[in-house]
């Protein structure tokens, strides 16, 4: 059974502090990696995907994949308190028809 | 841009009826749509998958007959909840991918509660 393992939290940080969350996968065959996030009662909204190993920066974000360790993290500089919301890392394996393994989520909070 | 709309966003129903949920891509053809279910606190779950044109495929334990999805175009795709009772109240979320992407967008949700 594909897995997608997340550390739940609380994780929390205080403002301007760099979070990480991290996730780790078992199907050493998943091509795509995504991280989603969302708020309390909201829906997932796509806040990066990444497909190679190394480092994919987008603004404050940047996720970093490692095949080998079957790895995937997201860093978020510069945390401000709109970031609160819980992060769910999402895998995509060979061949499963499309669908997205989700992990759990790590619930963050960011400290004023 | 890659929208996903949802209708309704809420709704109360009394038990034993029927309600029906549409998820639309706004901007982009979905060939595959997903289907979600979030209780409180707990992560999301997936239901079932839709492509265009074809039956639906459900996960173990979901009920095909109680949750009937028909993606009848390649931009709407509908969820009815048959004979609703108070234990299928939830968050329902849909979601839709391009074709030939693994990239799921999400549509609003919808929060249905049973009376």
């Known amino acids: 059974q594909k897995e997608v393992e997340q550390n739940s939290g609380p994780l929390s940080v205080p403002e301007g502090a760099i979070a990480s969350l991290n996730c780790t996968y078992s199907?050493?065959?998943?091509?795509?990696f995504f991280w989603y996030r969302q708020y309390s009662g909201k829906s997932p909204e796509l806040i990066m995907s990444?497909?190679?190993?190394g480092d994919k920066e987008d603004g404050r974000f940047t996720a970093q994949l490692n095949k080998a360790s079957q790895y995937v993290s997201l860093l978020i500089r510069d945390s401000q308190p709109s970031d609160s919301a819980t992060y769910l890392c999402a895998v995509h394996g060979e061949g499963s028809a499309r669908q997205l393994t989700f992990g759990s989520g790590t619930q963050l909070t960011v400290l004023p | 841009g890659a929208v996903v709309s949802q209708h309704p966003s809420r709704v109360i129903c009394k038990s034993g009826t029927s309600v029906k949920i549409e998820c639309r891509s706004l901007d982009f053809q979905a060939t595959t749509m997903f289907w979600y279910r979030q209780f409180p606190k707990q992560s999301l779950m997936l239901m079932a998958t839709?492509?265009?044109?074809?039956?639906?495929?459900?996960e173990q334990g979901v009920e095909k007959d109680k949750f009937l999805i028909n993606h009848a175009s390649l931009t709407l795709s509908t969820l009815t909840v048959t004979s609703a009772h108070p234990e299928d109240s939830s968050f329902y979320i849909c979601?839709?991918?391009?074709?030939?992407?693994?990239?799921?967008?999400f549509g609003p949700g919808t929060r249905l509660t049973v009376l």
């Open positions: 199907d050493r065959g998943s091509q795509s």
């Open positions: 839709s492509n265009e044109g074809s039956k639906a495929t459900y």
């Open positions: 979601s839709a991918s391009r074709e030939g992407a693994d990239t799921q967008y």
């Open positions: 990444i497909y190679s190993n």
